[in-house]
């Protein structure tokens, strides 16, 4: 066997040779790579479990402590007066505040990573004492004395052993599970294996009805074909027919036309003549009567539909623009009717969606919150805005061109609450204070009426009468600005 092999060998070439050795190696790498594929599909789910639980069995030094504020990020600082770790959107909302610059007793230090070689997590940070013991109802490891503070509240206390054989049992119960699941992937297996036989069956003989009905259908195709064509012989044979009866129609038509036009040059030959210029004159001024009876008329329904706008306008209640709101610092419900200001702005402005241009009009308000008068930042603007400057009113917060409102402040020298009419004319404000003492409270109504005929407006609280402005401007909106302190209960007024 070995000379037939030698002899065979020199049969060959040199370049079949090598050819033949590369097959060979090529086989040998495919049956490795398959034997480590199949020992990694059948720990991969293992592993998986495993890898969760021992991220939780690791030591507490190389755990990095989450950010105590939103317990969502790593902590990246460390604040020694608050004793708090941040990351690093909380410390910069905390400590670089525009109210927290001049907060010169709260210090911090960073960064993170520095201070975790000096601090020692096993060691309890309130009493610096080894954390000895578990509580469960607070989640967190203990000291001796932080025993004693949760046995007053009645807390369940565990040691670390019994902690760790809790764990170990709930491990076991886990990993119960994982072998349950292999057992019910194994028979789904199988059964989608036999439902895939039974599909391969079902498509073949479904395959063997195309073809039988394919052929049925190009029998019938080839029939209605020679069916079609008989058909647009027939048409064409009557589309010609009739297209001689037209031109034959056309011909008489036209005759017709050169005897009219021949009455018709001799009419006007007439016109020339004096007898004929009268009955012509005649029915022209006929021709007037019936053109101005027709724009009458036309007059007569525009007056009407005017008067419908005019009412449409009144029926229409007035509500808050959400697109007019100085960048969405007030918040709206109610359908838009209600405003009020949330706690990250004191300041915010809003307009109104309807338009005043004629006619009488009244806007109720009702004054749902207004705490704490005695402080300086809260303040109500009730008033009226020229609607040409609405967007450069709550683009830029302090134009108040074209403004004509009621205010509540804060008079400081006398230290109470005054309130006062003003406007903004042509760069200029002006302003009066009322003599009698009106100051907002909850459950006030305030009334704004509008006279866009003579173009005023005048100012009620509680059923007391108020004045008010003149020569207000040809359209006109309604806005609000609400002034609120931080950590206090916000404005909130309604449109009745």
Known sequence: MDNSKKHQKKKRSKHKQKAYKKNKYKQKNKNKNKNKNKNKKKHSK???KITKLSQITQPVEKRIPKCEKCNKKQSQFYCTKCEVYYCSKCEEQIHKNYFLKKHKKHLYKAPYNELVK???????RKHNKELSLYCIDENKLICSECYTTCKL???EILGLNDFSNKIYEKIKIILNKIQNEENQNEKTKQKSLENQNKLKEKIKNICKKIENDSDLLIQKIQDSKINHLNLFKKIEIIINNKIQTILEDTEKKQKKILKKKKKINTVKKLKKDKNH???IQGGKE???TERNNKNGKRKRKRKKEKEKER???TEKKEEFDPEMNCQNRI?????NKTAWNPDDYWNGTICGKKIYSRGKHQIKIKIDQFPNPKNEWNEIWLGVIKTEN???FIKNGWNWEGTYYFETNWYRNQKKLRSRKRKMENGKSTGKIYPEKINLKKNDIFEIFLDMDQKKISFKINEKNLEGWENLPQKVNFFAVLYSQKGEEKNQITII
């Open 153 to 155: 509240n009645n807390h």
């Open 311 to 313: 009412k449409s306008d």
């Open 390 to 392: 609405r967007k450069n």
């Open 286 to 288: 006929i021709i007037k």
């Open 331 to 335: 918040k709206l419900k109610n359908e």
């Open 118 to 124: 000096k601090t020692n997590f096993n060691v309890c």
């Open 46 to 48: 293992k592993e998986k």
């Open 277 to 279: 210029i009268e009955l």
